[in-house]
């Protein structure tokens, strides 16, 4: 399946979607090189050129600086946050395999990578974290078909994997704060 479609119907149409997900095989690295790599660049992108070149309320440089720190840490961070579902799911009755929490998390994403392009217009910013909480339900709806969590204990292992999630970001933005100072943080 090609990028656009797959992201159009994870963000239109979860259900259906996560089921076709979860019968796909895959690996970290077709997962990163196909999917992982193209969506999160949008939100550095789209941010540094918001930010930097129409608004010009950073320099150039620390605009690059800050794309290339923002975008390595996402992809970081979505391995992190996979291993905290691969070690959560079993708890939750779910499978304990790494690359059904790879998919679950790099697909979830999906809504706040895309909602990364309202940060072309910054005063349009809020529009990204509202499509970031819609990754909320993404989560939540590709829990049982993916990691095979039970339906009654999808919430719980929804909002177990949240927290870990808000740790992670926590962690990122203080590393985003020490490498480039807090003026870069309203561009993440």
Not at 59 to 71: C, P, R, S
Not at 139 to 163: K, S
Request: with cysteine; proline share 5%; glycine share 12%.
């Amino acid at each position: 399946m090609d990028l656009v479609a797959r992201a159009k119907n994870i963000l239109l149409s979860p259900k259906s979607e996560w089921a076709v997900i979860a019968g796909e095989q895959a690996e970290v690295g077709s997962l990163y090189k196909s999917y992982i790599l193209p969506m999160a660049a949008i939100p550095p992108v789209c941010g540094f050129i918001g930010f930097s070149i129409f608004f010009g309320r950073f320099g150039f440089g620390h605009g690059v600086a800050g794309l290339i720190v923002q975008y390595i840490l996402a992809l970081i961070a979505v391995y992190v946050v996979a291993l905290i579902a691969q070690w959560l799911s079993p708890r939750f009755g779910g499978s304990g395999e790494f690359i059904p929490a790879l998919k679950l998390v790099a697909y979830a994403y999906t809504a706040s990578w895309v909602g990364g392009i309202f940060l072309l217009i910054p005063f349009l910013g809020i529009l990204s974290l509202l499509m970031s909480l819609y990754g909320l339900y993404l989560l939540y709806a590709g829990a049982r078909p993916v990691m095979n969590v039970p339906a009654e204990r999808a919430v719980t292992f929804t909002a177990a994997l949240v927290l870990g999630v808000i740790v992670v970001f926590l962690i990122v933005g203080f590393i985003i704060r020490l490498i480039l100072g807090t003026a870069m943080m309203g561009m993440v």
